[in-house]
């Protein structure tokens, strides 16, 4: 018998085409409700899903054969993980695909705010060529801590290191990482000396506004931030606060709190005048670089996570 899966969002050609020639058949759920899904999801080994909606007891209640849920990308938060365990689904993600794109994104990010790229290119454009007020911040010269050593975080690492400057690294739930060019420490080490700050956190209770203003008040420098992790790790009127007493230098955001579930789209839509204060600071201010949830978004990480995904499946089952 076929083993089969049910595909409830999009994923490279790649997924499907090793899973095909490896004899499983991929369904597409594309266009599935929460309830047609649940009313169906017992007759497949797996489903994949990214973050359309919220696998929860009213998808998995009648859950039959169900051996795993296939997640295209790194995040779980909408996946209900206690109640998988339960009932005894696997839940299979693949950060490994996204690593680089993240990493590589992140250190976008902070070199273009060290160098005031984002607002050096509109003045060009409309004819200002000033230089003195836009000097720059060798990222070389600056102590990194890095919050969360997992994929994204070690990637990272090992991007920054051709820059020669100082690496430190903290996760509360591993050890024995350090290296030739990163450093194992406390997070109050991180506290005390460094002055660029970049999260690579899952979204849980635990870190749920992990960054907030106790957080903020606990380093000795002043700083800069880069969050890539999740938005709601973040508080954002903290932040803002932080920015406007000066603790916080600037800062570079993929993710905001504001956004929806699925990561399509967020507060507003483009409407500023309804949007949060905290929102419209972080819009106005040229000491923040945003983007809209992209940091692993790249033509490579997309076939990269699918393969990896279709890896893991033919290995396990």
Known sequence: MSKKILQLDPVHPAFKNVLEAAGWTITDGL???PLQCSDVISQFDGILIKSRFK????????TGNLKFIARNGVGVEHIDLDLCEKKGIEVITAPEGSRDAVAEHAIGMILML???LHRVNEQVRIGKWIREPNRGIELSERTIGIIGFGNMGSSFAK?????GCRILA???????FGSDFVEECSLEKIFSVCDVISLH????????????????NKFKNEFYLINTSRGKVVKTDDLVQGIIGGKIKGCCLDVLEYETGSFETFYGEGEH???????????????VVLSPHIAGWTYESDRKIAQTLAAKINSKY
């Open 31 to 33: 266009k599935l409700t």
């Open 55 to 62: 696998i929860d007891n009213e998808i998995l209640a009648e």
């Open 114 to 116: 060290l160098n005031n």
């Open 159 to 163: 991007k920054l290191s051709g820059f």
């Open 170 to 176: 903290y996760d509360k739930y591993k050890t024995g």
């Open 201 to 216: 956190v899952p979204l849980t209770e635990e870190t749920h506004y992990m960054f907030d203003e106790a957080f903020i």
């Open 273 to 287: 005048a309804e949007m949060p204060t905290p929102l419209q600071y972080l819009l106005r201010s040229d000491r």
